[in-house]
């Protein structure tokens, strides 16, 4: 791992619910512009389902400065 793609936080979003999966995007975005001292170094997007349920994860990792 480079020294740009290092982290020492993680934010996980998840939603089960078909509307809740349509509007992660939106939160994902708010959360990014609501927290401005975090720096995005990579992304997950995963997505799971079984017989009933479709589960989509947006997993953030980030260097957040933080006071000494």
């Known amino acids: 791992m480079s020294d740009s793609n290092q982290?020492?936080?993680v934010k996980?979003?998840?939603a089960t619910m078909a509307q809740e999966r349509d509007q992660?995007?939106?939160k994902v975005?708010?959360?990014i512009a609501e927290h401005p001292q975090c720096r995005i170094v990579d992304?997950?997007?995963t997505q799971s389902?079984?017989?009933a349920f479709h589960c989509l994860a947006i997993?953030?990792?980030y260097w957040?400065?933080?006071p000494a």
């Open 7 to 9: 982290f020492n936080s």
């Open 12 to 14: 996980v979003f998840s």
């Open 24 to 26: 992660l995007g939106e």
């Open 29 to 31: 975005s708010a959360w």
């Open 43 to 45: 992304r997950v997007v």
């Open 49 to 51: 389902s079984d017989e």
């Open 59 to 61: 997993t953030l990792f």
């Open 64 to 66: 957040e400065d933080r």
